[in-house]
Each structure stands twice: as C-alpha cells, then as structure tokens.
C-alpha cells in the first residue's frame, strides 16, 4: 500500500480532520489540499471521494477565519455542488450537505451575496 493507495487517501483525510478539530488548522489544509490532488488524478472530479475531498479542504478553509481562504471555500463549495449535482443528483445527501454547508458560509458573508449554483 502506498501513498495514494486508497486506504491511505482515507486515512490523510480522518488525520486531516482531527487535526482540524484538534485546531492545528495550517497542517490540516495541507493534508486535505494532498488528498484533494491524489483522489482527483486517481479518481476525476465526478467521484464521490473527490467530491468529500473537495467538500473538506472548503471546511478546513472556512475555519481559518482568513478571507482569501474564505473566498476559495466558496468557490470549492460551488464547484462541489455542481459536481455533485450533475453525478449524484439535486437530492443526494453529499449534493444536499455541500449545499447547506455553502449556504450557511454566504449567510455569514452579507445579504443575498449571490444564488446558489
């Protein structure tokens, strides 16, 4: 098993996430930005691990409070959601996460800053 063998894609992503809830914020980004490059050249950018990966690195973003990382959160979020409308479909649970999960970061954002994707 190597480095971009899937189990240890999963495995950079949960270490990831721990050290995003543990608050190590800068390395957590850097996990989820790696897991993010592997899942897309192995898997392509439709695939429902690509899309969680995609969906974390724009928590991980968002929880910098930085507003460049912000504004790249969104746009993560927005190509999340297209995606994972056009392979999963309006009503999936990922589609339907990543949907809230933008809302709520444009909620925070201002008023009405744009519609949704």
Same mark, same amino acid.
């Given at each position: *098993?190597?480095?971009?063998?899937?189990?240890?894609?999963?495995? +950079?992503? !949960?270490? $990831?996430? %721990?050290?995003?809830?543990?608050?190590?914020?800068?390395? @957590?980004?850097?996990?989820?930005?790696?897991?993010?490059?592997?899942?897309?050249?192995? %898997?392509?950018?439709? #695939?429902?691990? =690509?899309?969680?990966? *995609? #969906? !974390?690195? $724009?928590?991980?973003?968002?929880?910098?409070?930085?507003?460049?990382?912000?504004?790249? @959160?969104?746009?993560?979020?927005?190509?999340?959601?297209?995606?994972?409308? @056009?392979? %999963?479909?309006? *009503? #999936?649970?990922? =589609?339907?996460?990543? *949907?809230?999960?933008?809302?709520? %970061? +444009?909620?925070? @954002?201002?008023?009405?800053?744009? $519609?949704?994707?």
């Amino acid at each position: *098993m190597g480095p971009e063998h899937p189990q240890s894609l999963s495995s +950079m992503g !949960n270490l $990831a996430g %721990l050290l995003k809830e543990k608050g190590d914020l800068e390395e @957590a980004e850097t996990l989820f930005r790696q897991s993010l490059e592997h899942r897309r050249k192995q %898997l392509g950018e439709t #695939h429902p691990d =690509t899309l969680a990966s *995609m #969906h !974390n690195l $724009a928590g991980g973003l968002t929880d910098t409070g930085d507003a460049d990382k912000t504004e790249e @959160a969104e746009r993560l979020y927005q190509d999340c959601l297209c995606e994972s409308r @056009a392979a %999963l479909g309006d *009503m #999936h649970p990922h =589609t339907l996460g990543t *949907m809230e999960q933008l809302a709520t %970061l +444009m909620q925070g @954002a201002g008023p009405c800053r744009r $519609a949704l994707p």
